[in-house]
């Protein structure tokens, strides 16, 4: 049975210059991408918090908001059958320290936070972050 699923990728701002080069990657795993048409925009520290929610409080918080809100990045959505984990199966491990070369955050990320790309970790995040950065996006009931 397949299993359909659509997915919410940002590329970081210190990566945006690799945004093409990043997101081919998910298109050649088989990937479709979704792309709005104002995907490259400044996440304000409202976006910021809301997407790292769950870290509230974390003692990198604050560099880990800089990060995203300190120049442009790129949002995008991706779907296809298990898009959440083929796509963070092709980001790699968190750390870019720790990331074998050859993933996303492996070749592109330099420093924690910088790990160059964000993919939900859940059907259910995704569902959520799609909805607040894409909400033209038509999701399936
Ligand atoms: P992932 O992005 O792989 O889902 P987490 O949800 O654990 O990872 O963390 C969210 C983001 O917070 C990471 O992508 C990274 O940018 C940042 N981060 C996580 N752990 C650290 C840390 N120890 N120091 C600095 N930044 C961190
Ligand atoms: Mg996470």
Do not use: Q
Not at 59 to 80: E, F, H, N, R
Not at 82 to 102: F, I
Request: proline share 5%; hydrophobic share 40%.
């Amino acid at each position: 049975m397949s299993n359909v699923e659509h997915t919410f990728a940002l590329i970081k701002a210190h990566a945006i210059g690799h945004a093409a080069e990043i997101i081919l990657r998910a298109t050649r795993a088989g990937l479709v991408l979704y792309r709005p048409s104002h995907n490259y925009r400044k996440f304000t520290l409202e976006d910021a918090e809301f997407l790292y929610a769950e870290h509230a409080g974390r003692p990198y918080m604050g560099d880990l908001i800089k990060s995203v809100t300190k120049d442009s990045v790129a949002v995008y959505v991706l779907s296809g059958v298990n898009a959440v984990t083929r796509w963070r199966r092709l980001l790699g491990a968190t750390d870019p320290e720790k990331a074998v070369p050859g993933c996303i955050r492996g070749d592109f990320g330099t420093i924690l936070p910088d790990n160059a790309a964000h993919g939900s970790d859940s059907v259910k995040s995704a569902i959520r972050e799609i909805r607040r950065f894409v909400p033209e996006y038509k999701l399936p009931n």
